[in-house]
């Protein structure tokens, strides 16, 4: 049993803090297992580990992000998406069939996502078997949770990112033998790039692996018009985008999460809200790649589950602390056109990040008992926070803050040091 007091701050709801001055939060093997303001009496001789004047927060989750566009994170802004991937993206990619040229990025990106307080990860890797593996073995020494997907695609691709359906179906697999235990903090997602880079039979195997060994699957949804226009073309048969992933068994029948879905509308919202998808919201990536502004209201109001991505290099924000300024900003903007559509309030952007996004994991996102202790301590006081209230303080860091505020983090418990990788 492990007890820490701090001022605790998290949600159980969406748009309401729970805040404990000088609160007791009780870990048991990686778990809470109860969150109060005294510390009950049977608890008196264990000892406290008092993080003082400190705010202790849940941790973020970063739900879409593209660990081998690490080196373009911050460059390479003035296309839209189709051409993006073509002349900055693909070739990056190409290098990681290098697994040294691998080592040396994805040990640098794992270390910055501790950097900026992101303890679970939903990547994408590349197709590249070793390389993948790499980024696992990664996350699993810096105790770091992580779904990683070995990325699938074989058409309208350069030669050096395609292979062939087979090939395909047994990297996956093998990776799925080494890392698909139960309750495995680091494990793989399956992972069909998007509709333009796979062929029916791609998408055909990637949801016969889902089912068969019962894996989540990530992808892209309606990101950017020119995409879904070809989308279009490349699935005649298909209502909409969202079916041309449902007809695959790739949209729901497993846990899904698509990101972006900055147009999805009508039939495609209703089958994501039949079929419990998630949307990674991220708002970044649609500045840079000028995709648009993802009706996150919309969602929110029918139930539609979101989390927050930084979509490095899309996106060239790894801080899902700035991604919530951003998810928040966007809905202002749209607030500015529809009136009726209330902008994002601090605590629903909060609870987006942590609990929302947390449930694609398990327990995982809040301080309710049951929940895998997940957390940050933030050591705010270069901010000056003598003079605000606790949730100001919050607030500051979150808008204002950075990695230096953040004193210390745990994933499922354990306290996590800067990876040694
Ligand atoms: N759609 C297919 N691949 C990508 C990618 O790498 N980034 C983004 N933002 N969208 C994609
Ligand atoms: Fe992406």
């Known amino acids: 049993m492990k007890i820490y007091k701090a001022h605790i701050l998290f949600t159980k709801e969406k748009d309401h803090f729970e805040v404990l001055e000088n609160g007791y939060i009780l870990v048991d093997k990686g778990v809470v297992v109860d969150v109060c303001q005294s510390l009950p009496e049977q608890y008196k001789s264990v ?3 008092d993080f003082g004047d400190k705010l202790l927060i849940p941790a973020m989750n ?3 992000v593209h660990a081998p566009q690490y080196r373009n994170q911050g460059i390479a802004m003035d296309l839209e ?3 993006w991937l073509d002349n900055y993206t693909f070739p990056e990619e190409s290098k990681y069939k290098d697994v040294s040229y691998a080592k ?6 794992v270390g910055d996502l501790w950097r900026v307080g992101t303890m679970r990860t939903v990547a994408f890797a590349t197709l590249h078997r070793e390389s993948t593996r790499l980024l696992m073995q990664l996350f699993q020494k810096a105790g770091m949770g992580a779904m990683v997907g070995k990325v699938d695609m074989n058409r309208n691709s350069p030669d050096t990112l395609t292979e062939t359906v087979e090939d395909a179906v047994a990297a996956n697999e093998a990776l799925i033998a080494e890392f698909n235990q139960p309750d495995a903090l680091v494990r793989p997602i399956i992972t069909p790039r998007f509709v333009p880079s796979c062929t029916p039979q791609m998408l055909r195997a990637c949801g016969e692996l889902a089912r068969k060994y019962n894996l989540p699957v990530q992808s892209h949804l309606s990101e950017n018009r020119g995409e879904i226009a070809w989308v279009k073309e490349l699935e005649p048969e298909s209502k909409h985008y969202g079916d041309a992933y449902n007809r695959y068994g790739l949209f729901g029948q ?3 999460i698509m990101a972006h879905c900055v147009w999805t509308e009508g039939d495609e919202l209703e089958m994501m809200k039949q079929n419990g998808v998630m949307v990674a919201h991220c708002p970044t990536s649609n500045f840079n790649l000028s995709s648009g502004m993802a009706p996150i ?3 929110l109001n029918e139930g539609i589950k979101v989390g927050l991505g930084s979509d490095i290099s899309g996106g060239h924000e790894l801080s899902i602390f700035k991604m919530m300024v951003y998810a928040i900003q966007v809905s202002k903007m749209q ?5 009726s559509k209330p902008f994002l309030t601090l605590p629903e952007a909060f609870w987006i990040a942590t609990k929302s996004a947390g449930s694609f994991f398990g327990k995982v996102g809040s301080f309710e008992k049951g929940y895998e202790f997940d957390a940050l301590v933030i050591d705010d006081h270069e901010l000056n926070h003598d003079h605000y ?3 100001h303080r919050l607030e500051r860091f979150i808008y204002i803050g950075d990695d230096r505020q953040i004193a210390h983090r745990f994933c499922r418990g354990k306290e996590i040091t800067i990876p040694q990788i």
Do not use: G, N, Q
Request: glycine fraction near 0%; aromatic fraction near 14%.
């Open 47 to 49: 000892e406290v580990v």
């Open 62 to 64: 970063d739900m879409h």
């Open 81 to 83: 998406l189709l051409p």
């Open 104 to 109: 040396r990025m994805y040990s640098r990106f």
């Open 254 to 256: 497993t846990p899904t």
């Open 297 to 299: 209201r919309t969602f």
């Open 335 to 339: 607030y500015c056109a529809d009136k």
């Open 389 to 391: 209230s606790l949730l």
